[in-house]
């Protein structure tokens, strides 16, 4: 694992450097000083990120992880696993939510099979990286082998790093997978140590029934791989999915790369969550867009004192919350680049007295 | 007060035809129903409020009401009242975060001389509708006579008529005032039965000395005022502004206009309160831009079940919370437009594979 290992070693904390330049600057502006509360915060993280007074969000991508579950065998989603590539036909179509969210936050959108059960065409903004045709089904054992974990967790990090050399400035995460909240809650339940029944939720929309089968699966699952759940990569390949393992090998790049990431809803964050358990300072590289209506959401979270931007009971995925949380972030920039210090509003109100001659 | 009676007289509660028929249409979209949450419900809210199965909020303006406070007599702001004309002409210049945020919605700014104790010259999108130069200090008794609140009401109620004809498709409200929380608190105690303690914050951001005294202010102005805290209006009247009597005015308009309003903070949620207080069905009018850090802003929105659409923790005022949220609503429309049915994705996919001849 040598690139996940050169990656994981250039991980830096951040400085304050830069967030005290912005933070100065916004103080100046014309109006009660930190009144802004979350949006002055986000700007100065974003300064510190990018080691620039004045951060720059213009070229933005959400990274759209998919992948299909051999658990889905179980019965956990109210979805078949055929409506996997539907979707991310969809995606390539721009006719689902993610791309309506991602137009209107002027944001690109990449999709990346990490191992959909379907052969796709070689398209435009679909990004083939396929580690398998789904995962096996991980009631009866691991989710992966080692070597597609691994294989699937470069591809992320791989992909922070095209990121960087094409200059995306704010990245977001997404997944779509039918079937992947149940190892979502798995690998969540496996490292923070909470039941599954804390971490578990309706998915899709399944009924009371579903809820306790779901919740039983992911308890016989731990089970079944308890051996396996001694550190976060190995719960990853125990219980997780090919677009957990994707999303988590982005995020680790997102920090080793300076590129601040917004993770999405459940599925994004079990991902990311395997990533921030590998390093102390990635969190500080790490957004969290919205707060999930999906019960496990929220565990995640809280272990990192973080605060969502939004919390509209969404629970989508897609990236849908992250895309959404980017023009909030937007127009923080902006709010920082074009309001007027004290000075600057002197000078134009003079300015207006004088065209009208009071 | 005819134009006050005849427009509370036209407000009529919301009907389910187009909510149902627009909730329909979004739940035949591709993703899992009811799984954007709140921007759905937003969605179905604008359809009812406009009585169209598909809304346009294409055409926003932001209504920024200022005024003037006797109650800064009492050393209750971090700032001297000079700056809130200086503030003003920020927002005519375009200078300030309210400008910075209406562009970033594609929105208007219209600022409104509510009883600024200064003489503006003439300027495009500033409506000089002058009550006063400044209210009373209502430590002394009524914060302005029975006339002037009445006037001030009916320029709001005037103005949401004019947003009507001139085709204004979302409203939004803000204010200016050096002084106006203090106002907006002794109001919201008056009206909601809270102690002044439970709903006072720091405002500009005055120290705990500074809080103090200004609960003390308050408390003292509703013993002053006793008699005429009878009902809403007449509260207004005796511890309110000229800038929350204009919004009051503006929400009761709108709601019989059927525009839909966001109410902003702490002062916009203030002078609303009056209006939701006047008609049980107003409230369907209403959305809650944010929820603000200021104490007491909570007091209003829990009142009538609302919830914030963004909790961000600003306390800025000038109609930033509401006119960021904007962005929020103009975004799940546009999902409502562009995401496609599951019929429309066959179509979309079959489409792709005949060009990929797959």
Redesign the interface.
């Known amino acids: 694992m040598r690139l996940f290992d050169a990656c994981l070693s250039r991980v830096q904390p951040l400085s304050n450097l830069y967030s005290d330049l912005a933070q100065k600057r916004l103080d100046s ?11 002055e915060e986000m700007v100065a993280k974003l300064a510190a990120i990018q080691e620039k007074e004045r951060p720059s969000i213009e070229r933005k991508c959400v990274y759209v992880f998919a992948g299909d579950h051999g658990i889905t065998e179980e019965n956990v989603s ?2 078949p696993r055929e409506v996997t590539p ?2 991310v ?2 995606f ?2 721009g ?3 993610i ?3 991602a ?2 936050a002027r944001a690109g959108v990449k999709v990346i099979d990490m191992g959909v059960d379907h052969d796709f ?3 435009d903004d679909l990004i083939i990286k396929k580690v398998g045709y789904g995962t096996a089904n991980f009631m009866r054992g691991p989710a992966m082998s080692e070597e597609a974990c691994r294989r699937a967790m470069e591809t992320g990090i791989a992909l922070a790093m095209e990121a960087k050399r094409e200059g995306i400035e704010l990245a977001a995460t997404g997944d779509m997978g039918i079937g992947n909240t149940t190892p979502s809650s798995a690998v969540i339940a496996a490292i923070t140590g909470k039941s599954p029944r804390e971490v578990t939720g309706r ?3 399944i009924d009371d029934e579903g809820l306790r089968r779901k919740i039983e699966v992911i308890e016989k699952a731990l089970e079944v791989n308890q051996s396996l759940l001694t550190d976060p990569v190995r719960v990853l390949q125990a219980v997780g999915g090919y677009e957990h393992a994707g999303i988590a090998g982005f995020v680790l790049g997102c920090a080793a790369e300076k590129i601040p990431v917004i993770v999405d809803g459940l599925v994004s964050s079990a991902g990311a969550l395997v990533a921030l358990e590998l390093h102390p300072h990635i969190k500080e590289y790490v957004l969290w867009g919205h707060r999930s ?1 999906e019960r496990g959401h929220d565990a995640v979270i809280t272990r990192y004192q973080g605060r969502a ?8 995925g ?1 990236g ?1 919350g992250a895309c ?1 949380s980017m ?2 972030l ?2 923080a920039v ?2 920082y680049n ?3 210090t004290f000075e ?3 000078v ?2 003079r ?3 004088e065209e ?1 001659n ?1």
């Open positions: 502006q014309i109006r009660p000083a930190r009144s802004l509360g979350m949006l109210c979805y539907q979707m036909y969809s390539l179509a006719k689902a939510t791309n309506v969210l137009r209107a065409p070689r398209w998915g899709t929309g209506f931007i939004l919390d509209l009971d969404m629970r989508l897609e849908s959404l023009q909030i937007d127009t902006k709010i074009e309001v007027a600057e509003a002197r134009a109100t300015k207006i007295l009208k009071v």
